[in-house]
Every structure is written in C-alpha cells, then in structure tokens.
T-cell receptor, first 114, second 117 residues
C-alpha cells in the first residue's frame, strides 16, 4: 500500500483567495486523483492528475477553478482558486500503484471559506 | 454511468455483535471492482476490503467479509465482533476494470455506523 500525505490538513480561508494543497506519496504511483467531499456528502472526483501534462477533469470541474500540477510520480498539487463559501469541503488526494487495483487516500485537507 | 446505492444512512450495533451494511450498484460492465472504505472522524479514507467481480469467492479480511451477489448487483459488508473502533462512515465504491475507465471510483452516499457498549 501507499502512504499519502497532504498539507495543509485544515485551513480557514478568506473569500476570493486561492489555496494550494500538496499531496506527497511515499512511493511511485501510476495515477493520482483529487476528490472533493462537501459537508455531509459522498466523494466526487475532481480530476486525474497526469504527470507532465494537463489534468483530466470530470464534468462540472474546470482547470481555471481547480488547477492541478503533477511534476513527478510521487507529488501533486491542487489549487482551489477564487474561493467562495461553496468551496468549503474536504479535498482528498488519492493514488493507484503500479501493481494492484486499489486506490488509496490521503488524510484529506479540510477547507473552510469565510 | 455506474451508480452505487447505500440505502442505510445510519446503523447501530452493540459491541461484539455482528452488523451488515448494504450496497447495491448498477452497471452494464462485466469487469469491475468493488470496495468498502471506512472514514472515521479523522477523515482519512481507509480501505476495508476489495472484491474483484470475476471472483466468485467472497472476500474476507479478518472480522470483515462481503456477500457479493453479482447477478443481483449486491455487495454487502459484514462486520463481526464489532469494536468501538469500527464506528465510522462506511462508503461502498465501484471502479470499472475496463481500459480507460479503470481509475474513477464511484461512491455511494455512505452509512454511518455507531457502535454501542
């Protein structure tokens, strides 16, 4: 299994600002993903972070709002841009290893926008 | 598109007893994977158990086992000898096994499990 670390674990952000969440995996992985979990809700996939190229976004999510980088096989960032209270959520990084069919998750970053 | 349904928003179980959480899914695919994840108050999503659709044998992991009924598209989780540490939100999830679609997890809405003394 992979150990996935996220920073920050929690933050309170001002409306209109942007915040970048970092995700570090302890081993090389094929795929990295970013999910959003709104309060009391299930998880929704935002995008797949592709190494060295633009992320692949799911319907309803756009690059201008959620720019993603993945410079190597173990690291990715998600930026939540121009935040509004509706962006208050837990953002989870996840990864799939080269072997196996399981997707593992980080501990999440809990953002509150005021 | 695949959907995952968890019809029990909340469940309670007495410590040391057994509880079963329900999950159904809808898909036209034959190759897929099913998962149960646990999310305690710490928010970390922890993999509990995984089932490959091509396997007839139900997966087990210590006190956790599944009842996988492929024809009925049902994937329930049984927790035996429940412990206080089992209290958490449990999510059922589906992942396609086919090429190009094998990365996205589709989650159910979750079941909040309470464990009582």
């Amino acid at each position: 299994s992979a150990v996935i670390s996220q920073k920050p674990s929690r933050d309170i952000c001002q409306r209109g600002t942007s915040l970048t969440i970092q995700c570090q995996v302890d081993s090389q992985v094929t795929m990295m993903f970013w999910y959003r979990q709104q309060p009391g809700q299930s998880l929704t996939l935002i995008a797949t972070a592709n190494q060295g190229s633009e992320a692949t976004y799911e319907s309803g999510f756009v690059i201008d709002k959620f720019p993603i980088s993945r410079p190597n096989l173990t690291f990715s960032t998600l930026t939540v841009s121009n935040m509004s209270p509706e962006d208050s959520s837990i953002y989870l990084c996840s990864a799939r290893g080269f072997s196996g069919n399981t997707i593992y998750f980080g501990e999440g970053s809990w953002l509150t926008v005021v | 598109a695949q959907t995952v349904t968890q019809s029990q928003p909340e469940m309670s179980v007495q410590e040391a007893e057994t509880v079963t959480l329900s999950c159904t899914y809808d898909t036209s695919e034959s190759d897929y994977y099913l998962f149960w994840y646990k999310q305690p108050p710490s928010r970390q999503m922890i993999l509990v158990i995984r089932q490959e659709a091509y396997k007839q044998q139900n997966a087990t992991e210590n006190r956790f086992s599944v009842n996988f009924q492929k024809a009925a598209k049902s994937f329930s989780l049984k927790i035996s000898d429940s412990q206080l540490g089992d209290a958490a939100m449990y999510f059922c999830a589906y992942r396609s096994g086919g090429p190009g679609g094998g990365n996205k997890l589709t989650f159910g809405t979750g079941t909040q499990l309470k464990v009582e003394l």
